[in-house]
């Protein structure tokens, strides 16, 4: 499984993002995702993932509400929706994947060692 992050810009605080992370080599309904996040000298940081099943999704608490995670299965794509972004939310964000069969098909952790796939990240600037 190779997983592509993209989306990733320079844009205003109180603006919106939205990031695909495109999956190639299995279907994305066999693996949940998350998103992470790590922002210069700070720690990796899990922000929102989705079980394989899709009917389970978790937050951080400092994006709920602002930040939505769903897929396409057609597209093979995980989409993270980002709004109401502030300058805090500036950090390179991966997405990363486990298969399902090997965790629990209804559950998504917020945990990087969960996972096992990861994409090569993209960078998100939240500045005026």
């Known amino acids: 499984l190779q997983l592509v992050e993209s989306g990733g810009s320079l844009v205003q605080p109180g603006g919106s993002l939205r990031l695909p992370c495109a999956a190639s080599?299995?279907?994305?309904?066999?693996?949940?995702i998350g998103w992470f996040r790590q922002a210069p000298g700070k720690e990796r940081e899990g922000i929102s993932c989705?079980?394989?099943?899709?009917?389970?999704?978790n937050s951080a608490d400092s994006v709920k509400g602002r930040f939505t995670i769903s897929r396409d299965n057609d597209k093979n794509t995980v989409y993270l929706q980002m709004n109401s972004l502030k300058p805090e939310d500036t950090a390179i964000y991966y997405c990363?994947?486990?298969?399902?069969?090997?965790?629990?098909?209804?559950?998504?952790?917020?945990?990087?060692?969960?996972?096992?796939?990861w994409g090569q990240g993209t960078q998100v600037t939240v500045s005026s």
């Open positions: 990363a994947a486990v298969p399902g069969v090997t965790v629990n098909e209804e559950l998504c952790d917020l945990s990087g060692p969960w996972y096992d796939s």
């Open positions: 080599g299995f279907p994305v309904v066999y693996y949940a």
């Open positions: 989705i079980s394989s099943s899709g009917g389970n999704t």
